[in-house]
Protein backbone atom coordinates (compact mmCIF):
# COMPACT_ATOMS: atom_id res chain seq x y z
CA UNK A 1 0.00 0.00 0.00
CA UNK A 2 1.66 3.56 -1.04
CA UNK A 3 2.59 5.47 1.73
CA UNK A 4 1.04 9.10 2.17
CA UNK A 5 3.69 11.65 2.89
CA UNK A 6 2.46 15.23 3.62
CA UNK A 7 4.31 18.45 2.53
CA UNK A 8 3.32 21.91 3.37
CA UNK A 9 3.25 23.96 0.04
CA UNK A 10 1.89 27.68 1.82
CA UNK A 11 4.12 30.39 1.74
CA UNK A 12 6.24 29.81 5.42
CA UNK A 13 7.15 25.91 4.17
CA UNK A 14 8.33 27.13 1.01
CA UNK A 15 10.59 29.80 1.82
CA UNK A 16 12.16 27.78 4.33
CA UNK A 17 12.43 24.58 1.02
CA UNK A 18 9.88 22.82 1.20
CA UNK A 19 9.50 22.63 -2.29
CA UNK A 20 13.04 21.45 -2.37
CA UNK A 21 12.55 18.79 0.38
CA UNK A 22 9.53 17.35 -1.75
CA UNK A 23 11.61 16.81 -4.69
CA UNK A 24 14.00 15.23 -2.72
CA UNK A 25 11.18 13.17 -1.08
CA UNK A 26 9.99 12.12 -4.21
CA UNK A 27 13.44 11.15 -5.91
CA UNK A 28 14.63 9.08 -2.54
CA UNK A 29 11.48 7.18 -2.09
CA UNK A 30 11.91 6.23 -5.97
CA UNK A 31 15.75 4.94 -5.51
CA UNK A 32 14.45 2.96 -2.54
CA UNK A 33 11.42 0.99 -4.39
CA UNK A 34 9.40 2.72 -1.93
CA UNK A 35 5.46 3.30 -3.19
CA UNK A 36 4.88 7.12 -1.87
CA UNK A 37 1.97 9.33 -2.35
CA UNK A 38 3.05 12.55 -1.84
CA UNK A 39 0.80 15.22 -0.81
CA UNK A 40 1.01 18.66 -1.06
CA UNK A 41 -1.16 19.97 2.30
CA UNK A 42 -1.56 23.47 3.82
CA UNK A 43 0.20 24.71 6.93
CA UNK A 44 -1.00 23.44 10.21
CA UNK A 45 0.44 27.09 11.35
CA UNK A 46 3.06 25.83 13.78
CA UNK A 47 5.62 28.07 11.60
CA UNK A 48 7.95 26.88 14.03
CA UNK A 49 7.91 23.47 12.82
CA UNK A 50 8.11 24.50 9.48
CA UNK A 51 8.80 22.65 6.93
CA UNK A 52 6.99 19.71 9.44
CA UNK A 53 6.71 16.82 7.65
CA UNK A 54 3.98 14.47 8.26
CA UNK A 55 3.52 10.60 7.87
CA UNK A 56 -0.41 9.16 7.98
CA UNK A 57 -0.08 6.03 10.75
CA UNK A 58 -2.92 3.90 11.84
CA UNK A 59 -2.94 6.28 14.54
CA UNK A 60 -3.02 9.20 12.82
CA UNK A 61 -0.05 11.84 11.21
CA UNK A 62 3.56 11.51 12.62
CA UNK A 63 5.47 14.13 12.57
CA UNK A 64 8.89 15.59 11.54
CA UNK A 65 10.28 19.47 11.75
CA UNK A 66 11.35 21.55 10.91
CA UNK A 67 12.68 19.41 8.28
CA UNK A 68 15.64 20.98 5.68
CA UNK A 69 16.59 19.00 2.54
CA UNK A 70 19.88 17.58 4.19
CA UNK A 71 17.38 15.75 6.86
CA UNK A 72 16.16 13.86 4.12
CA UNK A 73 18.86 11.00 3.86
CA UNK A 74 18.77 10.23 7.21
CA UNK A 75 15.09 10.13 7.80
CA UNK A 76 14.65 7.63 5.12
CA UNK A 77 17.97 5.24 6.52
CA UNK A 78 15.50 6.30 10.00
CA UNK A 79 12.32 4.54 8.42
CA UNK A 80 10.59 7.81 8.82
CA UNK A 81 8.19 6.69 6.25
CA UNK A 82 7.11 3.34 8.15
CA UNK A 83 6.05 5.28 11.21
CA UNK A 84 9.67 4.98 13.18
CA UNK A 85 10.03 7.68 15.74
CA UNK A 86 13.79 7.69 16.73
CA UNK A 87 14.76 10.24 14.35
CA UNK A 88 15.80 13.84 16.83
CA UNK A 89 13.35 15.66 14.20
CA UNK A 90 10.26 13.35 15.09
CA UNK A 91 7.53 15.37 17.28
CA UNK A 92 5.23 12.66 17.32
CA UNK A 93 1.18 12.64 16.66
CA UNK A 94 1.01 16.47 14.68
CA UNK A 95 -2.90 16.22 16.50
CA UNK A 96 -1.10 15.77 20.22
CA UNK A 97 1.43 18.87 19.86
CA UNK A 98 -0.29 21.11 22.90
CA UNK A 99 0.30 24.29 20.88
CA UNK A 100 -2.08 22.54 18.34
CA UNK A 101 -4.06 20.37 20.83
CA UNK A 102 -4.89 23.26 22.88
CA UNK A 103 -6.44 25.68 20.36
CA UNK A 104 -9.92 25.74 19.69
CA UNK A 105 -10.23 25.64 15.52
CA UNK A 106 -13.58 26.09 13.67
CA UNK A 107 -11.72 28.55 10.98
CA UNK A 108 -8.84 26.48 10.85
CA UNK A 109 -9.91 23.06 11.46
CA UNK A 110 -8.79 21.55 7.62
CA UNK A 111 -6.17 24.06 8.01
CA UNK A 112 -2.62 21.11 7.55
CA UNK A 113 -5.03 18.64 6.76
CA UNK A 114 -6.11 18.77 3.68
CA UNK A 115 -4.67 19.75 0.01
CA UNK A 116 -6.05 23.38 -0.10
CA UNK A 117 -6.59 22.31 -4.23
CA UNK A 118 -8.63 18.79 -3.67
CA UNK A 119 -12.30 19.69 -3.82
CA UNK A 120 -12.67 15.84 -3.09
CA UNK A 121 -10.63 16.46 0.51
CA UNK A 122 -12.61 19.49 1.30
CA UNK A 123 -16.29 17.57 0.84
CA UNK A 124 -14.96 15.09 2.60
CA UNK A 125 -14.52 17.47 5.60
CA UNK A 126 -17.60 19.32 5.32
CA UNK A 127 -16.85 21.64 3.10
CA UNK A 128 -20.13 22.87 1.27
CA UNK A 129 -22.27 21.82 4.27
CA UNK A 130 -23.17 25.32 5.00
CA UNK A 131 -23.46 26.20 1.27
CA UNK A 132 -26.33 23.76 0.89
CA UNK A 133 -27.93 24.96 3.96
CA UNK A 134 -27.73 28.50 2.39
CA UNK A 135 -29.33 27.61 -0.97
CA UNK A 136 -32.48 26.44 0.82
CA UNK A 137 -32.70 29.52 3.07
CA UNK A 138 -34.15 33.10 2.60
CA UNK A 139 -31.65 35.88 2.12
CA UNK A 140 -33.25 36.74 5.35
CA UNK A 141 -32.38 33.63 7.29
CA UNK A 142 -29.04 33.47 6.51
CA UNK A 143 -29.04 37.39 7.16
CA UNK A 144 -30.34 36.03 11.06
CA UNK A 145 -27.77 33.31 11.26
CA UNK A 146 -24.80 35.35 11.02
CA UNK A 147 -26.87 38.04 13.58
CA UNK A 148 -27.28 35.35 15.66
CA UNK A 149 -23.79 34.24 16.07
CA UNK A 150 -22.22 37.50 17.19
CA UNK A 151 -19.37 37.43 14.45
CA UNK A 152 -17.96 40.92 14.39
CA UNK A 153 -15.13 42.08 11.16
CA UNK A 154 -11.90 40.74 11.83
CA UNK A 155 -10.28 42.89 9.80
CA UNK A 156 -9.85 45.78 12.49
CA UNK A 157 -13.15 47.79 13.03
CA UNK A 158 -15.30 44.91 14.58
CA UNK A 159 -18.34 45.65 13.44
CA UNK A 160 -20.85 43.35 13.59
CA UNK A 161 -21.11 41.24 10.11
CA UNK A 162 -24.56 40.51 10.31
CA UNK A 163 -25.44 44.18 10.48
CA UNK A 164 -23.53 45.11 7.47
CA UNK A 165 -25.33 42.64 5.74
CA UNK A 166 -28.27 43.39 6.38
CA UNK A 167 -27.94 46.63 5.54
CA UNK A 168 -26.52 45.38 2.21
CA UNK A 169 -29.65 43.26 2.02
CA UNK A 170 -32.16 46.42 2.31
CA UNK A 171 -30.55 48.64 -0.20
CA UNK A 172 -32.42 47.90 -3.27
CA UNK A 173 -30.36 48.01 -6.40
CA UNK A 174 -30.37 45.42 -9.64
CA UNK A 175 -26.52 44.88 -8.99
CA UNK A 176 -24.58 44.26 -5.72
CA UNK A 177 -21.41 43.12 -4.73
CA UNK A 178 -19.36 41.43 -2.13
CA UNK A 179 -15.81 42.44 -1.67
CA UNK A 180 -13.37 40.08 0.10
CA UNK A 181 -10.54 42.13 1.82
CA UNK A 182 -7.28 40.42 1.67
CA UNK A 183 -4.86 42.98 1.72
CA UNK A 184 -3.26 41.84 5.02
CA UNK A 185 -1.38 44.30 5.43
CA UNK A 186 -0.87 44.53 9.27
CA UNK A 187 2.57 43.83 10.97
CA UNK A 188 3.10 40.59 12.13
CA UNK A 189 -0.50 39.30 10.45
CA UNK A 190 -0.60 35.95 8.11
CA UNK A 191 -3.74 35.25 9.14
CA UNK A 192 -5.67 35.82 6.02
CA UNK A 193 -2.91 34.20 3.94
CA UNK A 194 -2.94 30.72 5.60
CA UNK A 195 -7.01 30.34 4.82
CA UNK A 196 -6.44 31.24 1.64
CA UNK A 197 -3.34 29.34 0.84
CA UNK A 198 -4.46 26.29 3.00
CA UNK A 199 -8.30 26.33 2.87
CA UNK A 200 -9.16 28.46 -0.05
CA UNK A 201 -12.45 26.70 -0.83
CA UNK A 202 -13.92 27.53 2.35
CA UNK A 203 -13.42 31.36 1.79
CA UNK A 204 -14.83 30.80 -1.71
CA UNK A 205 -17.79 29.31 0.15
CA UNK A 206 -18.06 32.13 2.46
CA UNK A 207 -17.78 34.57 -0.14
CA UNK A 208 -20.77 33.13 -2.37
CA UNK A 209 -23.34 32.54 1.40
CA UNK A 210 -22.69 36.09 1.24
CA UNK A 211 -23.79 37.01 -2.03
CA UNK A 212 -27.19 34.65 -1.25
CA UNK A 213 -27.90 35.98 2.09
CA UNK A 214 -27.79 40.20 0.19
CA UNK A 215 -28.52 39.46 -3.55
CA UNK A 216 -25.30 39.98 -4.77
CA UNK A 217 -23.99 37.63 -8.23
CA UNK A 218 -20.43 39.51 -8.30
CA UNK A 219 -17.74 39.11 -5.65
CA UNK A 220 -14.06 39.94 -5.86
CA UNK A 221 -11.19 39.16 -3.69
CA UNK A 222 -8.84 42.36 -3.83
CA UNK A 223 -5.66 40.55 -2.52
CA UNK A 224 -1.79 41.78 -1.99
CA UNK A 225 0.56 41.73 -4.50
CA UNK A 226 2.77 40.51 -1.74
CA UNK A 227 0.95 36.99 -1.64
CA UNK A 228 2.13 35.20 -5.14
CA UNK A 229 1.43 32.03 -4.02
CA UNK A 230 -2.33 32.54 -2.31
CA UNK A 231 -2.89 33.98 -5.90
CA UNK A 232 -2.24 30.65 -7.54
CA UNK A 233 -3.85 28.57 -4.86
CA UNK A 234 -6.58 31.08 -5.46
CA UNK A 235 -7.12 31.53 -8.77
CA UNK A 236 -7.08 27.33 -8.78
CA UNK A 237 -9.52 27.19 -6.73
CA UNK A 238 -11.67 29.16 -8.53
CA UNK A 239 -11.57 27.72 -11.74
CA UNK A 240 -12.40 24.30 -9.96
CA UNK A 241 -15.04 26.14 -8.14
CA UNK A 242 -16.67 26.66 -11.35
CA UNK A 243 -15.84 23.65 -13.31
CA UNK A 244 -17.91 21.52 -10.73
CA UNK A 245 -21.17 23.76 -10.73
CA UNK A 246 -20.12 25.50 -7.06
CA UNK A 247 -19.77 29.27 -8.68
CA UNK A 248 -21.57 30.51 -11.77
CA UNK A 249 -24.69 30.46 -13.18
CA UNK A 250 -27.34 27.94 -11.78
CA UNK A 251 -25.07 26.93 -8.25
CA UNK A 252 -26.24 23.65 -7.59
CA UNK A 253 -29.04 23.82 -9.77
CA UNK A 254 -30.74 26.02 -7.39
CA UNK A 255 -30.89 28.91 -10.47
CA UNK A 256 -28.91 31.43 -7.76
CA UNK A 257 -26.24 32.37 -9.37
CA UNK A 258 -22.44 33.56 -7.78
CA UNK A 259 -19.24 34.62 -9.90
CA UNK A 260 -16.05 35.75 -8.24
CA UNK A 261 -12.56 37.30 -9.24
CA UNK A 262 -9.23 37.71 -7.98
CA UNK A 263 -7.80 41.01 -8.58
CA UNK A 264 -4.29 42.04 -7.17
CA UNK A 265 -3.75 45.72 -5.08
CA UNK A 266 -0.46 47.27 -5.96
CA UNK A 267 1.70 46.98 -2.61
CA UNK A 268 -0.14 50.23 -0.90
CA UNK A 269 -1.29 50.04 3.11
CA UNK A 270 -3.82 52.23 2.70
CA UNK A 271 -5.79 50.09 0.14
CA UNK A 272 -6.41 47.96 2.63
CA UNK A 273 -8.92 50.64 4.15
CA UNK A 274 -12.55 49.73 2.78
CA UNK A 275 -12.79 53.07 0.72
CA UNK A 276 -9.70 53.32 -1.10
CA UNK A 277 -10.08 49.44 -1.34
CA UNK A 278 -12.55 49.92 -3.77
CA UNK A 279 -10.96 52.88 -5.58
CA UNK A 280 -8.06 50.71 -6.48
CA UNK A 281 -10.72 47.79 -7.45
CA UNK A 282 -12.36 50.46 -10.02
CA UNK A 283 -8.75 50.97 -11.13
CA UNK A 284 -8.15 54.65 -9.63
CA UNK A 285 -5.64 55.45 -7.37
CA UNK A 286 -6.61 54.41 -3.82
CA UNK A 287 -7.79 57.11 -2.14
CA UNK A 288 -9.75 57.53 1.16
CA UNK A 289 -13.43 58.46 0.60
CA UNK A 290 -15.24 60.34 2.99
CA UNK A 291 -18.13 57.98 5.04
CA UNK A 292 -21.33 58.52 4.77
CA UNK A 293 -22.33 57.30 2.33
CA UNK A 294 -21.35 53.91 3.49
CA UNK A 295 -20.42 51.10 1.13
CA UNK A 296 -22.70 49.04 2.09
CA UNK A 297 -25.03 51.81 0.37
CA UNK A 298 -22.42 53.26 -2.14
CA UNK A 299 -19.99 51.05 -2.77
CA UNK A 300 -17.97 49.44 -5.65
CA UNK A 301 -19.06 51.28 -8.87
CA UNK A 302 -21.59 53.27 -6.50
CA UNK A 303 -23.31 49.93 -5.98
CA UNK A 304 -24.54 48.64 -2.56
CA UNK A 305 -21.04 46.28 -1.19
CA UNK A 306 -20.33 43.92 1.34
CA UNK A 307 -16.23 44.71 2.23
CA UNK A 308 -15.19 42.03 4.68
CA UNK A 309 -12.52 40.78 5.28
CA UNK A 310 -11.21 37.16 4.85
CA UNK A 311 -11.50 35.57 8.44
CA UNK A 312 -15.13 36.99 8.82
CA UNK A 313 -15.72 35.16 5.66
CA UNK A 314 -13.87 32.49 5.93
CA UNK A 315 -15.47 31.79 9.58
CA UNK A 316 -19.50 31.73 7.38
CA UNK A 317 -18.96 28.39 5.99
CA UNK A 318 -18.76 27.32 9.81
CA UNK A 319 -22.01 29.27 11.10
CA UNK A 320 -24.27 28.37 8.14
CA UNK A 321 -23.16 24.72 8.93
CA UNK A 322 -23.44 24.39 12.59
CA UNK A 323 -25.64 27.27 13.32
CA UNK A 324 -25.03 30.76 14.66
CA UNK A 325 -25.83 29.83 17.83
CA UNK A 326 -22.97 26.90 17.81
CA UNK A 327 -20.52 29.81 17.09
CA UNK A 328 -21.83 31.96 19.50
CA UNK A 329 -21.26 29.42 22.59
CA UNK A 330 -17.35 30.11 21.93
CA UNK A 331 -16.37 33.46 23.50
CA UNK A 332 -16.74 36.05 25.93
CA UNK A 333 -19.16 39.66 26.51
CA UNK A 334 -19.74 41.17 23.08
CA UNK A 335 -16.68 39.09 21.07
CA UNK A 336 -18.34 35.67 20.55
CA UNK A 337 -16.59 32.84 18.56
CA UNK A 338 -12.54 32.55 18.23
CA UNK A 339 -10.35 34.90 17.17
CA UNK A 340 -6.92 33.49 15.30
CA UNK A 341 -4.17 35.23 17.09
CA UNK A 342 -1.19 35.30 14.87
CA UNK A 343 2.61 35.06 17.58
CA UNK A 344 5.11 37.12 15.80
CA UNK A 345 8.33 39.14 16.28
CA UNK A 346 10.59 38.11 19.21
CA UNK A 347 9.04 35.00 20.04
CA UNK A 348 9.90 31.50 20.22
CA UNK A 349 7.07 29.62 18.80
CA UNK A 350 5.92 31.93 16.48
CA UNK A 351 2.37 30.74 14.54
CA UNK A 352 -1.23 30.60 14.52
CA UNK A 353 -3.15 30.42 18.05
CA UNK A 354 -7.08 29.94 17.34
CA UNK A 355 -9.36 30.00 20.54
CA UNK A 356 -12.25 31.86 21.66
CA UNK A 357 -12.05 35.20 22.93
CA UNK A 358 -11.25 35.21 26.66
CA UNK A 359 -7.55 33.74 26.76
CA UNK A 360 -4.58 36.31 28.46
CA UNK A 361 -2.61 37.67 26.29
CA UNK A 362 0.45 36.56 29.04
CA UNK A 363 -1.26 32.78 28.43
CA UNK A 364 -0.92 33.21 24.30
CA UNK A 365 2.87 34.66 24.80
CA UNK A 366 3.93 31.92 27.15
CA UNK A 367 2.20 29.22 27.19
CA UNK A 368 1.99 29.19 22.99
CA UNK A 369 4.89 31.40 22.22
CA UNK A 370 6.61 30.16 24.76
CA UNK A 371 8.28 33.55 25.59
CA UNK A 372 10.99 35.21 23.61
CA UNK A 373 13.17 33.75 21.15
CA UNK A 374 16.08 35.86 22.17
CA UNK A 375 15.86 34.55 25.76
CA UNK A 376 16.03 38.34 26.63
CA UNK A 377 13.01 39.73 28.74
CA UNK A 378 10.13 40.81 26.96
CA UNK A 379 9.76 44.64 27.20
CA UNK A 380 6.78 45.43 25.31
CA UNK A 381 3.86 43.84 22.96
CA UNK A 382 2.27 45.38 19.68
CA UNK A 383 -0.99 43.99 19.29
CA UNK A 384 -3.39 45.08 16.45
CA UNK A 385 -0.96 46.23 13.71
CA UNK A 386 0.85 49.26 13.42
CA UNK A 387 -1.52 51.61 14.54
CA UNK A 388 -2.06 49.48 17.74
CA UNK A 389 -0.73 50.32 21.43
CA UNK A 390 2.47 49.31 22.66
CA UNK A 391 1.70 47.37 25.69
CA UNK A 392 3.64 47.00 28.68
CA UNK A 393 3.98 44.73 31.17
CA UNK A 394 1.04 45.69 33.43
CA UNK A 395 -1.22 45.56 30.81
CA UNK A 396 -0.45 42.05 29.89
CA UNK A 397 -3.01 40.31 31.55
CA UNK A 398 -5.78 42.29 29.48
CA UNK A 399 -7.71 39.33 27.90
CA UNK A 400 -8.49 38.78 24.10
CA UNK A 401 -11.42 40.44 24.07
CA UNK A 402 -12.21 43.82 21.63
CA UNK A 403 -14.22 45.99 25.19
CA UNK A 404 -11.22 44.91 26.95
CA UNK A 405 -8.66 45.75 24.84
CA UNK A 406 -10.64 49.48 23.95
CA UNK A 407 -10.67 50.19 27.85
CA UNK A 408 -6.79 49.89 27.74
CA UNK A 409 -6.16 52.50 24.84
CA UNK A 410 -5.36 49.31 22.36
CA UNK A 411 -6.66 47.90 19.79
CA UNK A 412 -7.21 44.13 18.76
CA UNK A 413 -7.42 44.76 15.34
CA UNK A 414 -6.65 41.75 12.95
CA UNK A 415 -4.85 39.39 15.74
CA UNK A 416 -1.35 40.31 15.28
CA UNK A 417 0.81 40.02 18.59
CA UNK A 418 4.14 41.33 17.99
CA UNK A 419 6.52 41.06 20.77
CA UNK A 420 9.71 43.09 21.54
CA UNK A 421 12.41 42.28 24.20
CA UNK A 422 13.89 44.38 26.25
CA UNK A 423 17.11 45.44 23.25
CA UNK A 424 14.85 47.51 21.41
CA UNK A 425 14.22 51.04 21.85
CA UNK A 426 10.91 52.40 22.48
CA UNK A 427 11.70 55.56 21.38
CA UNK A 428 12.44 53.82 17.49
CA UNK A 429 9.48 52.45 17.59
CA UNK A 430 7.66 55.82 18.24
CA UNK A 431 9.32 57.41 15.49
CA UNK A 432 8.89 54.15 13.18
CA UNK A 433 4.91 54.42 13.98
CA UNK A 434 4.88 57.89 13.21
CA UNK A 435 6.75 57.17 9.87
CA UNK A 436 4.56 54.57 8.80
CA UNK A 437 2.13 57.00 8.59
CA UNK A 438 4.12 59.66 6.95
CA UNK A 439 4.60 57.20 3.94
CA UNK A 440 1.56 55.30 4.03
CA UNK A 441 -0.86 58.34 4.47
CA UNK A 442 -3.05 58.60 1.10
CA UNK A 443 -2.05 62.50 1.04
CA UNK A 444 -6.14 63.21 0.89
CA UNK A 445 -6.64 65.47 4.40
CA UNK A 446 -4.05 67.67 6.39
CA UNK A 447 -4.02 66.15 10.12
CA UNK A 448 -2.45 63.24 8.31
CA UNK A 449 -0.24 64.17 5.39
CA UNK A 450 1.08 67.14 7.11
CA UNK A 451 0.76 65.83 10.74
CA UNK A 452 3.06 62.65 10.01
CA UNK A 453 5.94 64.30 8.48
CA UNK A 454 5.54 67.09 11.41
CA UNK A 455 5.41 64.27 13.57
CA UNK A 456 8.42 62.49 12.52
CA UNK A 457 10.52 66.03 12.65
CA UNK A 458 9.03 66.78 16.00
CA UNK A 459 10.21 62.85 17.63
CA UNK A 460 13.75 63.85 16.00
CA UNK A 461 13.82 67.00 17.98
CA UNK A 462 12.84 65.71 21.34
CA UNK A 463 15.36 62.43 20.82
CA UNK A 464 17.91 65.07 20.17
CA UNK A 465 16.91 66.96 23.30
CA UNK A 466 15.95 69.94 21.98
CA UNK A 467 13.65 71.67 24.01
CA UNK A 468 12.91 68.68 25.02
CA UNK A 469 9.37 69.91 26.92
CA UNK A 470 8.00 72.07 24.84
CA UNK A 471 8.78 69.61 21.76
CA UNK A 472 6.66 66.92 24.07
CA UNK A 473 3.76 69.07 24.66
CA UNK A 474 3.74 69.73 20.80
CA UNK A 475 3.53 66.48 20.01
CA UNK A 476 0.88 65.71 22.49
CA UNK A 477 -0.91 68.51 20.71
CA UNK A 478 0.05 67.29 17.07
CA UNK A 479 -1.60 63.64 18.54
CA UNK A 480 -4.69 65.06 20.03
CA UNK A 481 -5.14 66.90 16.41
CA UNK A 482 -4.68 64.06 14.38
CA UNK A 483 -7.16 61.99 16.47
CA UNK A 484 -10.01 64.16 16.40
CA UNK A 485 -9.15 65.54 12.65
CA UNK A 486 -8.05 62.77 10.71
CA UNK A 487 -11.00 61.33 7.48
CA UNK A 488 -9.85 57.52 8.20
CA UNK A 489 -8.06 55.67 10.89
CA UNK A 490 -5.04 55.84 9.46
CA UNK A 491 -4.65 59.33 10.70
CA UNK A 492 -6.35 59.04 13.75
CA UNK A 493 -4.97 55.59 14.84
CA UNK A 494 -1.35 56.83 14.19
CA UNK A 495 -1.23 58.38 17.87
CA UNK A 496 -1.82 55.27 19.53
CA UNK A 497 1.72 53.26 19.30
CA UNK A 498 3.06 57.10 19.90
CA UNK A 499 1.22 57.98 22.75
CA UNK A 500 1.61 54.92 24.11
CA UNK A 501 5.32 54.79 24.35
CA UNK A 502 4.56 58.62 25.78
CA UNK A 503 2.77 57.46 28.41
CA UNK A 504 4.68 53.95 29.58
CA UNK A 505 8.22 54.37 28.30
CA UNK A 506 8.91 58.12 28.58
CA UNK A 507 12.16 58.17 29.25
CA UNK A 508 13.02 56.30 26.15
CA UNK A 509 11.33 58.35 23.84
CA UNK A 510 13.31 61.77 25.93
CA UNK A 511 16.84 60.10 25.66
CA UNK A 512 18.49 58.58 22.02
CA UNK A 513 20.03 55.62 22.97
CA UNK A 514 23.98 55.59 22.50
CA UNK A 515 25.08 52.62 20.94
C1 LIG B 1 -5.36 52.17 7.20
C2 LIG B 1 -6.26 50.98 7.24
C3 LIG B 1 -5.82 49.77 6.75
C4 LIG B 1 -6.65 48.66 6.78
N1 LIG B 1 -6.17 47.47 6.30
C5 LIG B 1 -6.98 46.38 6.28
C6 LIG B 1 -6.52 45.16 5.73
O1 LIG B 1 -5.37 45.03 5.29
N2 LIG B 1 -7.38 44.10 5.74
C7 LIG B 1 -8.68 44.21 6.24
O2 LIG B 1 -9.42 43.25 6.18
N3 LIG B 1 -9.11 45.36 6.77
C8 LIG B 1 -8.31 46.44 6.79
N4 LIG B 1 -8.79 47.62 7.29
C9 LIG B 1 -10.19 47.66 7.78
C10 LIG B 1 -11.15 47.93 6.62
O3 LIG B 1 -11.24 49.31 6.38
C11 LIG B 1 -12.56 47.41 6.91
O4 LIG B 1 -12.92 47.76 8.20
C12 LIG B 1 -12.69 45.91 6.77
O5 LIG B 1 -12.27 45.48 5.50
C13 LIG B 1 -14.14 45.50 6.96
O6 LIG B 1 -14.25 44.09 7.00
P1 LIG B 1 -14.67 43.35 8.36
O7 LIG B 1 -15.92 44.01 8.83
O8 LIG B 1 -14.89 41.96 7.94
O9 LIG B 1 -13.54 43.53 9.31
C14 LIG B 1 -7.96 48.76 7.30
C15 LIG B 1 -8.40 49.98 7.82
C16 LIG B 1 -7.56 51.07 7.78
C17 LIG B 1 -8.05 52.37 8.33
S1 LIG C 1 -6.27 60.04 7.52
FE1 LIG C 1 -4.50 59.80 6.14
S2 LIG C 1 -4.92 57.96 5.01
FE2 LIG C 1 -6.87 58.60 5.93
S3 LIG C 1 -7.84 59.95 4.42
FE3 LIG C 1 -6.62 61.27 5.66
S4 LIG C 1 -4.65 61.40 4.57
FE4 LIG C 1 -5.72 59.62 3.76
Not at 49 to 54: A, F, M, N, V
Not at 466 to 477: F, G, I, V
Request: aromatic share 8%.
Amino acid sequence: MSIRIFVPSDTTARSLGADQIATLIQAEALSRGIDITLVRNGSRGLLWLEPLIEIETDNGRLGFGPVTSNDVQTLFEQNFYLGQTQHTLCVGLVEQIPYLKNQQRLTFSRAGITDPLSLDDYLEHDGYTGLDNALIMTGQQIVDEVKTSGLRGRGGAAFPTGIKWQTVLDTPDEQKYIVCNADEGDSGTFADRLVMECDPFMLIEGMTIAGLAVGATQGYIYLRSEYPIAHQILTKATETAYQHGYLGSNIRGSQKHFNLEVRLGAGAYICGEETSLLDSLEGKRGLVRAKPPLPAIVGLFGKPTVVNNVLSLAAIPYILNKGGQAYADYGVGRSRGTMPIQLTGNVKYGGLVELAFGISLNKLMNDFGGGTRSGRPLKAVQVGGPLGAYLPENQWDTIIDYEAFSSEQAVLGHGGVVMFDDSVDMGDQARFAMEFCKVESCGKCTPCRIGSTRGVEVIDRIRAGERTESNWQLLEDLCETMVDGSLCAMGSMTPIPVQSVMKFFPDELRHERQE
